[in-house]
């Protein structure tokens, strides 16, 4: 499998090409996301997604060539459209893409199936998407993706679950959902779906034993409702409803509730406050997900609800103020920094620094902090890496603030397999300029 990132431009000609592909029954449109009031209208044409995009992307007045184009091919029909609109999608998310509008179009008239991918380079913030290393970024992303064994994830999943305390087979399913898999109880199993298909099970009989177990650390809740009770009088504590955008300014459906409060306890100490309600009612309840201790409370337990909607103190609005460079960085992006500090820099500190990469020498044996969790270094490095990052300690042992990181043999950059069209139209400019709007079908 191989990713290929086609060439920038200031404009969003890669919906023309796309559609020129799909009239001619070359290509098919097999997915079309985050396109606003567009998403579910009928008869959508190629001007109107181009507008679309277009729009989004005039947030940001500086950046000139805001269109994202690539490419993911297989060999030969190794995988079929729909397993490669699957494995695009995720890979869209992996690169950073996946809340921006983005259309995918499966291609089939060479001989290697292959889908382009059509986005902004641009998010919501107006903000360009990060695009360090992201050739780089782009194959591991897919490497990363086909090593994926869902069922072994559901696994994971389930062993984290069983890492927490907690009260209701809600906070258990709470867990679950915040690693990427839907829940459904059937008969004396919980289920675990993902990418459609059911990825493993817990008995039930396990979630009761955790409910039956847990009690309350008080000591905990106690510091918790210190936290809630200072901090509630220093920023705005009233949750308010979050909604999908819709054309028009019209509100969507709800997605969920927010606090500047509950923004600022999840930054500062890991705390998630998760409120309980719908249809725009004033939430009933909430709960608290606290990652360092692992265990799930009742808001009831620490601090009333009542107390989120009464005003007093400053009630400051929050603004994160954690920069990038302070937050774990995510696994594939991790391990191409990795690499450069190694490569571009006079000395491993130096790479670290630069690329603020974080690693934890436990008796010996270093972990990658990443987003999705401490690694050990020994599962991905080759044993002279492993060599070279314990000396890299060992020099280090006298500055026990150092940062350092593990090691991976990069994937060569590939090339995609030879489309022909593709890179006559992506190497030079068209020769024929499409006329006229041809209907966008889903």
């Known amino acids: 499998m191989r990713a290929k990132i086609l060439s920038s431009t200031s404009t969003f000609n890669g919906v023309d090409y796309n559609t020129d592909k799909t009239n001619n029954g070359k290509g098919e449109l097999t997915r ?64 950073g893409y996946g809340s921006n509008p983005f259309l995918i179009v499966f291609h089939k008239d060479t001989a290697n199936n292959h889908v382009h991918i059509v986005s902004s380079r641009i998010d919501k913030e107006g903000k360009k998407i990060n695009d360090s290393f992201e050739k780089l970024r782009a194959q591991e992303a897919i490497n990363e993706i086909m090593r994926l064994n869902p069922k072994h994830e559901a696994v994971k999943a389930a062993d984290r679950l069983m890492e927490f305390s907690f009260s209701t087979k809600a906070q258990g399913f709470m867990i679950l959902e915040n690693l990427g898999f839907k829940v459904r109880e059937k008969g004396e199993q919980i289920e675990l779906i993902k990418y459609g298909s059911i990825q493993g099970q817990i008995p039930i009989s396990e979630f009761n034993q955790k ?12 510091q918790l409702k210190a936290i809630l009770d200072r901090y509630s009088k220093v920023y705005q504590t009233k949750p308010t409803c979050l909604f999908e955008p819709t054309h028009g300014g019209k509100k969507g459906k709800q997605t969920g509730y ?13 705390v998630q406050l998760v409120f309980h309600g719908k249809d725009e009612k004033r939430p009933y309840g909430y709960s608290l997900i606290d990652n360092a201790n692992k265990v799930i409370l009742k808001g009831s337990e620490v601090f009333p609800i009542q107390r989120f909607f009464e ?16 937050k774990p960085v995510d696994l594939i992006e991790a391990k ?9 820099f006079s000395t491993i500190r ?10 934890e020498n436990r008796e010996g044996s270093p972990y ?38 593990e090691i991976f043999d990069l994937v060569p950059v590939l090339n995609i397999a030879n489309d022909i069209d593709d890179e006559a139209v992506h190497g030079r400019k068209r020769s024929k300029k499409r006329k006229g709007d041809n209907e966008i079908t889903r």
């Open 258 to 270: 927010r606090s500047d409060l509950a923004d600022f306890i999840k930054d500062k100490f890991g």
């Open 311 to 326: 005003q007093e103190g400053e009630k400051k609005f929050y603004q994160s103020q954690k920069s990038s460079k302070e």
């Open 350 to 359: 130096q790479g670290l620094e630069h690329h603020s990469l974080k690693v």
């Open 211 to 222: 409910i039956q177990s847990y009690q309350l650390d008080k000591d905990r809740a106690k």
């Open 32 to 95: 079309l996301r985050n396109f606003g009031y567009l998403q579910d209208s009928k008869g959508v044409t190629p001007s109107e997604v181009k507008n679309y995009l277009t729009a989004h992307s005039n947030r940001n007045s500086i950046v000139k060539d805001k269109q994202f184009h690539a490419v993911i091919s297989c060999k030969g029909r190794e995988y079929s459209k729909e397993q490669l609109t699957d494995i695009a999608h995720e890979w869209i998310d992996k690169m």
């Open 336 to 344: 191409v920094k990795l690499q450069s500090a190694l490569n571009d």
């Open 368 to 405: 990658l902090k990443t987003v999705q969790g401490d690694i050990a270094a020994s599962d991905i490095l080759s044993p002279e890496q492993q060599l070279a990052l314990r000396q890299y300690f060992q020099e280090s042992e006298t500055d026990k603030g150092v940062q350092s990181h």
